[in-house]
């Protein structure tokens, strides 16, 4: 009998008797990458709702939308690219965009007390799809 596969095709490590392939195919994991972090812009653009309104705050919600938003503009970028060339450019900047996004965050966890818990969330999502960027630009470098 087969398991189904954990979350965003990934082995399912916490089940020793899964039966998901330690493997994952290019294709699957490039579906994962890019629907993880459309997924994350969509998350962050919705909390960007609950930041008090204010001066400062309307300018770090602006930016907290640019920099997410841009992560996953930059991954479909890349899935558009016609050279390796390309698609490590376009996911290094989707790296560098997403380290922004970290800054926006923690400073929305530090100003708003009240948002810290769902903002340290979103920070711990974010650092995975860094990660995630990182390995993927080093694996294309060579």
């Known amino acids: 009998m087969r398991r189904k596969p954990s979350v965003y095709g990934m082995p399912n490590f916490q089940n020793p008797n899964s039966n998901d392939q330690i493997l994952m195919t290019k294709k699957a994991y490039k579906k994962d990458i890019y629907e993880r972090v459309y997924e994350f812009a969509i998350v962050v653009v919705k909390f960007t709702r609950k930041i008090p309104r204010s001066l400062e705050a309307d300018v770090i919600r602006r930016q907290l939308i640019r920099s997410s938003t841009s992560i996953a503009a930059n991954m479909q970028e890349a899935d558009g690219s016609r050279t390796h060339l390309e698609f490590r450019h ?53």
């Open 90 to 142: 376009s996911v290094t900047v989707s790296k560098k965009e997403a380290k922004e996004t970290k800054l926006w965050l923690r400073m929305v966890s530090d100003l708003y007390p009240s948002l810290k818990t769902e903002a340290d969330k979103l920070m711990n999502e974010n650092e995975q799809i860094i990660k995630i960027l990182a390995s993927i630009v080093i694996k294309t470098n060579t």
